[in-house]
């Protein structure tokens, strides 16, 4: 969910949102809620030194697993170790980090004086012109620190077009998947990581809290949206993207673009989330506008949200992250739901693995066999959807501790408090 990337939520509302909100009526309705909100000071950034420390954990590991080098493309990672923000194009950007000695960046020229203004951690910055070969630059830096004879490992998200080429350039080298160093890393986050990643989940509920206290009737998703999003950069988040689901809508779990206008009794899902400094929150609530809601939409409520309960109990340090989803699963079968991933019920994993990105590794799903281990994030989405009628979904995120979960939000205590 970062500001530079795609986000599964932008699909069916950022286009209509970021027109609705620079239209009236909703221009008018997001200066009124951005208004009612007080911005709080936000945690810092994560330091230079923090980075520094990543580098020199990463070159551990590239060392206990015999890796001569790593590659890391434009993307998170390249921020995670660099304190480079990047965007991905035909031009190779990135950070080779040897298993010993100072990385360099690898950039075009043209970018070299950008590069640096970003760049926290002491490494070099060469650059390649327009017809040069920037692999070659990789492959000449490789040979220099003597390492072509271990194998080079690459970001599991680097683009196969880095890889082909640097082979065209040493041959014999062979390429293997970085999870051993930036998963690993990744996965883990420190204090710092944890509370920016607090803060954005604070700044998320209390848009949601906002944008809830203005809802009226006639009122379109889109109109929605813009009043969570202004509630946000109010509060300081940022790259903010919000689903809003309405009534049939709610059983599809990432909607529809069908128009619906606000009616007394709608049930209404919203699935969203902000980033502090790189760092990002994912929050779902679910509740019935203006009207007490029917029996059905009160029992599937109370069923998710014993749903969450139930994975926050099975997650556990040491235990697998795919036994999360067995026991919300297991739970869902007995009530009547699926069975596995069949409809109603449960169409998705449990939860996903979030920090610097709204999805990362790994997942809280059936067959995950990696355990749970303090620093680890998830969410927590057991939603439960019934085509053609409604959906539910209650989410909110959890870190991992010694003792075991922590909530970074609180889930609500019933569909009539569906805010907290």
């Known amino acids: 969910m970062t500001s530079l990337a795609f986000h599964r939520r932008s699909f069916l509302t950022g286009a209509t949102a970021l027109g609705a909100a620079l239209s009236l009526p909703t221009s008018r309705l997001a200066a009124a809620v951005a208004e009612q909100v007080t911005p709080r000071p936000l945690p810092p950034p994560i330091t230079a030194a923090e980075r520094s420390a990543r580098l020199a954990r990463a070159q551990q590991l590239l060392r206990a697993n015999n890796l001569g080098a790593m590659l890391v493309e434009s993307g998170p990672s390249l921020d995670y170790y660099t304190g480079v923000q990047w965007w991905r194009s035909e031009r190779l950007t990135g950070v080779v980090i040897p298993a010993e000695g100072e990385p360099i960046i690898v950039?075009?020229?043209?970018?070299?004086?950008?590069?640096?203004?970003?760049?926290?951690?002491?490494?070099?910055?060469?650059?390649?012109?327009?017809?040069?070969?920037?692999?070659?630059?990789?492959?000449?830096?490789?040979?220099?620190?003597?390492?072509?004879?271990?194998?080079?490992?690459?970001?599991?998200?680097?683009?196969?077009?880095?890889?082909?080429?640097?082979?065209?350039?040493?041959?014999?080298?062979?390429?293997?998947?970085?999870?051993a160093v930036v998963r690993a890393q990744r996965m883990i986050k420190s204090a710092a990581e944890l509370a920016l990643m607090q803060a954005a989940s604070d700044i998320?509920?209390?848009?949601?809290?906002?944008?809830?206290?203005?809802?009226?009737?006639?009122?379109?998703?889109?109109?929605?949206?813009?009043?969570?999003?202004?509630?946000?950069?109010?509060?300081?988040?940022?790259?903010?993207?919000?689903?809003?689901?309405?009534?049939?809508?709610?059983?599809?779990?990432?909607g529809s673009k069908k128009p619906h206008s606000l009616a007394r009794g709608d049930l209404v899902l919203i699935d969203g989330g902000c980033s502090v400094h790189g760092y990002q929150s994912d929050i779902s609530r679910t509740f019935v506008f203006d009207r007490t809601p029917?029996?059905?939409?009160?029992?599937?409520?109370?069923?998710?949200?014993?749903?969450?309960?139930?994975?926050?109990?099975?997650?556990?340090?040491?235990?697998?992250?795919?036994?999360?989803?067995?026991a919300v699963r297991k739970a869902y079968?007995?009530?009547?739901?699926?069975?596995?991933?069949?409809?109603?019920?449960?169409?998705?994993?449990?939860?996903?693995?979030?920090?610097?990105?709204?999805?990362?590794?790994?997942?809280?799903?059936?067959?995950?066999?990696?355990?749970?281990?303090?620093?680890?994030?998830?969410?927590?989405?057991?939603?439960?959807?019934?085509?053609?009628?409604?959906?539910?979904?209650?989410?909110?995120?959890?870190?991992?501790?010694?003792?075991?979960?922590?909530?970074f939000t609180t889930p609500p205590p019933s569909i009539d408090q569906p805010l907290g």
């Open 107 to 179: 950039t075009p020229f043209f970018e070299q004086p950008s590069i640096a203004e970003q760049l926290e951690v002491p490494a070099e910055i060469r650059t390649w012109q327009e017809d040069d070969e920037p692999l070659k630059l990789v492959a000449d830096f490789l040979r220099e620190r003597r390492v072509t004879g271990r194998p080079i490992a690459f970001e599991e998200t680097n683009r196969f077009f880095l890889g082909d080429r640097l082979a065209a350039q040493l041959p014999g080298t062979r390429i293997v998947n970085a999870n």
């Open 204 to 254: 998320t509920i209390a848009a949601f809290r906002t944008a809830h206290a203005n809802l009226k009737t006639g009122m379109s998703g889109s109109d929605i949206n813009a009043a969570i999003v202004a509630a946000t950069t109010a509060l300081g988040g940022s790259g903010a993207g919000n689903l809003v689901l309405i009534n049939e809508a709610s059983a599809l779990p990432h």
């Open 294 to 326: 029917t029996p059905d939409q009160r029992k599937v409520w109370d069923q998710v949200h014993r749903g969450q309960q139930i994975a926050l109990a099975a997650a556990r340090v040491g235990a697998s992250a795919g036994s999360v989803d067995d």
């Open 333 to 407: 079968t007995s009530w009547g739901y699926g069975p596995d991933y069949k409809l109603p019920g449960l169409s998705h994993r449990t939860g996903h693995g979030i920090g610097m990105e709204g999805h990362e590794p790994v997942n809280l799903v059936r067959g995950e066999t990696t355990r749970l281990a303090p620093g680890m994030c998830f969410s927590n989405e057991p939603g439960i959807y019934l085509p053609g009628r409604f959906g539910v979904r209650l989410e909110d995120c959890f870190h991992m501790t010694a003792s075991g979960p922590k909530w």
